[in-house]
């Protein structure tokens, strides 16, 4: 069975600065796919970036990026240029790809305050 | 886009009376799930569907079950609430062939309190 581990339960981030947020996993799988789910107030949750395991080169969406570490199982989320709209509890998320279903693996979700 | 609406927002209900929760999507997805968040915990998954009429369980089904009669609509019950059933239930639907662009599609979640 997979786990994800979110370590960090809350982080403030001031406008404009960055923040990172860890996430590790553990797996038998050797391809796999990771995901960073956000979760505004609305409650509605938004894709927020994707990664294959077998891509060496980490994703980028705008502001945000990560920084994947497959020998370590770390899959880690940087949010540039903070903006209030961040304001969100973000989810780490598993998903083997040998599942045709979509279930995925959920973290504990780190909650980020954008402060101005 | 996917439309995934949950009938309630909000409920409230006692102990020991059966709740549905009910959950509609507009894009003839084949999937769909019910999750359930806690804080310090995430989402953990309660049921599954992957077509009309099946079922699969997920991590946490004990005291919930599902009914899945037509393609769009998905439901969760609780035969008898208890107030460890207190949450927030999130439903969410995806397509065989498009899991990795366009995994789960999420409603906007019922907080369920159980007095």
């Known amino acids: 069975a997979q786990t994800v581990t979110q370590s960090q339960p809350e982080m403030s981030v001031q406008e404009a600065e960055t923040v990172t947020l860890s996430c590790t996993y553990d797996t038998s799988e050797n391809n796999y796919y990771l995901f960073w789910y956000k979760q505004p107030p609305s409650r509605q949750m938004i894709l927020v970036i994707r990664?294959?395991?077998?891509?060496?080169q980490n994703a980028t969406e705008n502001r945000f990026s990560v920084n994947f570490q497959k020998a370590a199982k770390s899959f880690s989320l940087k949010i540039s240029d903070s903006q209030l709209g961040d304001t969100a509890m973000y989810f780490c998320a598993f998903m083997t790809t040998t599942d045709s279903w979509g279930k995925l693996q959920f973290g504990a979700g780190t909650q980020v305050v954008v402060t101005p | 886009d996917v439309k995934v609406t949950q009938s309630s927002r909000y409920l409230v209900k006692r102990t020991g009376e059966k709740v549905f929760l009910e959950c509609v999507q507009d894009m003839d997805h084949e999937n769909m799930f019910w999750y359930r968040q806690d804080p310090g915990l995430g989402l953990r998954l309660i049921y599954f569907?992957?077509?009309?009429?099946?079922?699969e369980k997920g991590d946490i089904p004990e005291g919930y079950s599902v009914s899945r009669e037509k393609k769009e609509r998905f439901s969760l019950i609780l035969e008898s609430a208890s107030t460890n059933q207190t949450s927030m239930y999130l439903c969410a639907s995806s397509q065989p062939g498009q899991l990795w662009y366009s995994p789960l599609h999420f409603g906007n979640g019922t907080r369920l309190t159980v007095t």
């Open positions: 990664q294959e395991a077998y891509k060496q």
């Open positions: 569907s992957y077509d009309v009429k099946m079922k």
